[in-house]
């Protein structure tokens, strides 16, 4: 399989799910500036829509948009609880925190932290407005909580990637103690910590 990723972006969620489900990938990191690869490939041609993360599946197959990515690579390991079988009530929920995740945390809040060309407003409305409500919300479901679901799953990856996004986007998650506490937590777990001290080390940070 081929991981098509930029460091610490959505795709870092696919890196600890392949390292968490012990599977065998190549990475290849994309610039998202100029979409093109290392080898001056362009990434277009890979993924038209020009976003990471994209899979190159072992048959061949191109597969795009995180929660698909993330549910086809916990379903290769089936064992690893990555994801509920399919068809349970729990996979469901599972779909629900990734939609979730994605659309209201995501692209509702960070797409417009991030985005140079979002209006001030825009930006403080995101912030001010938008995140508490997010994030009152996933304090009241994980205080007492270990995980989204019972057990560690693709949802913790993809919600863990998106909180280291609150210090970059200039949000001071202590002000959000359960979150804080929750994300310092899973970053110990060998899997995690080794996707993102790779993914820091490629950006170059400390
Ligand atoms: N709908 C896509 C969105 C992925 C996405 O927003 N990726 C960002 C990085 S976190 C990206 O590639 N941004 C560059 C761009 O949109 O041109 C998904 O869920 O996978």
Request: glycine letters at 6%; hydrophobic letters at 45%.
């Amino acid at each position: 399989m081929d991981l098509y990723f930029a460091p610490l972006s959505c795709s870092l969620a696919s890196r600890i799910t392949i390292y968490e489900a012990g599977l065998e990938a190549r990475f290849h990191q994309v610039t998202l500036s100029t979409k093109h690869l290392a080898t001056g490939e362009s990434y277009l041609d890979i993924n038209p829509k020009g976003q990471v993360p994209a899979l190159r599946t072992a048959d061949g197959a191109i597969l795009t948009e995180g929660p698909a990515i993330l549910q086809f690579l916990a379903d290769r390991a089936p064992d690893s609880g990555l994801a509920p079988p399919a068809g349970t009530i729990a996979r469901y929920s599972l779909m629900q925190w990734l939609n979730y995740i994605a659309t209201e945390v995501h692209k509702g809040v960070f797409y417009t932290l991030f985005n140079p060309a979002s209006p001030p407003a825009a930006k403080a409305f995101a912030r001010d407005e938008l995140l508490p409500i997010r994030y009152r919300y996933l304090t009241g479901h994980l205080t007492g909580r270990a995980f989204l679901l019972d057990t560690f799953t693709v949802a913790d990856a993809y919600l863990l990637t998106t909180l280291n996004w609150a210090a970059p986007a200039g949000v001071d998650l202590a002000a959000w103690p359960v979150l804080d506490a929750w994300r310092t937590r899973l970053l110990q777990r060998p899997a995690v910590a080794r996707a993102v001290g790779e993914e820091l080390a490629l950006r170059g940070a400390p």
